[in-house]
């Protein structure tokens, strides 16, 4: 039966942005867009990587307009946590990045500790998954 | 700005080509093979592409591609304004205009 038969009453108009992933967190992402996200809006961020598929469930926090570049609007945003992460997924791949960067920032740069003062938290680039997928911690953004 | 941040950032080595998908509920008023009206709570611009998004009676869920011809205000009884919006089905009612989705 074709669709147009059903007599569904409603439906649901789905409208996808290419979107640039500037930087992401084990809470959230920075992205860079063509045209406006507003704030507050909820989406999926689909990413696809190495010929493989990844949905994040998403909430935009923030918006900012910077006019002359190819993606002139940027927007924060966080990952809305329905079900647990899959281990591929950036969500994931972002907090074991962290969880594996937090003793050596401890140790290494005094960090909360007592024994020097804290200096920079940029750290080389580094792939630490091997898969080339997320690299290096990143200093400036407005991601959650 | 990174005394308020609750987490560290990591970037891609490689750029990642990426969509967000943002859906809005709509309530369709006419449809046939080739055009659709549905009122939304947003409006749209002539020539804008959606995915409409069905659910079949028998639980599946359907994806049509459709372009906007045209939107209109439209005042509704005791609702703030909504649009009017004429659909054009994308791919003319062919077979697999619609696909099968999650």
Not at chain 1, 25 to 30: I, T, W
Not at chain 1, 38 to 50: D, H, K, M, W
């Amino acid at each position: 039966m074709a669709w147009w038969t059903w007599g569904a009453l409603t439906g649901a108009l789905v409208k996808g942005i290419p979107a640039k992933v500037v930087n992401v967190s084990r809470h959230g992402c920075l992205l860079e867009t063509s045209s406006p996200l507003p704030a507050g809006v909820v989406g999926s961020l689909e990413i696809e990587r190495g010929g493989q598929k990844h949905i994040e469930p998403i909430r935009v926090c923030r918006t900012a307009e910077r006019p002359g570049g190819a993606l002139p609007f940027s927007a924060g945003s966080e990952f809305l946590i329905l079900d647990a992460a899959p281990a591929s997924s950036i969500r994931s791949q972002a907090a074991r990045l962290e969880r594996k960067q937090a003793p050596s920032r401890l140790a290494g740069d005094g960090e909360n500790s007592v024994s020097g003062p804290t200096t920079s938290k940029a750290s080389p680039r580094q792939d630490l998954d091997g898969d080339g997928a997320i690299s290096r911690d990143f200093g400036d953004s407005h991601a959650p | 700005m990174p005394d308020r941040r609750r987490g560290q950032r990591f970037t891609f080595t490689c750029p990642a080509q990426a969509h967000v998908h943002m859906a809005t509920d709509v309530f369709i008023e006419r449809s046939d093979a080739d055009t659709l009206t549905v009122l939304s709570a947003a409006t749209s611009v002539a020539g804008e592409e959606f995915a409409l998004r069905l659910r079949a009676p028998d639980g599946r869920t359907v994806s049509v591609p459709v372009r906007t011809i045209r939107s209109r205000p439209v005042f509704l009884p005791e609702q703030t304004v909504s649009y009017r919006i004429d659909l054009r089905v994308i791919a003319s009612g062919q077979a697999g205009a619609a696909t099968e989705g999650v």
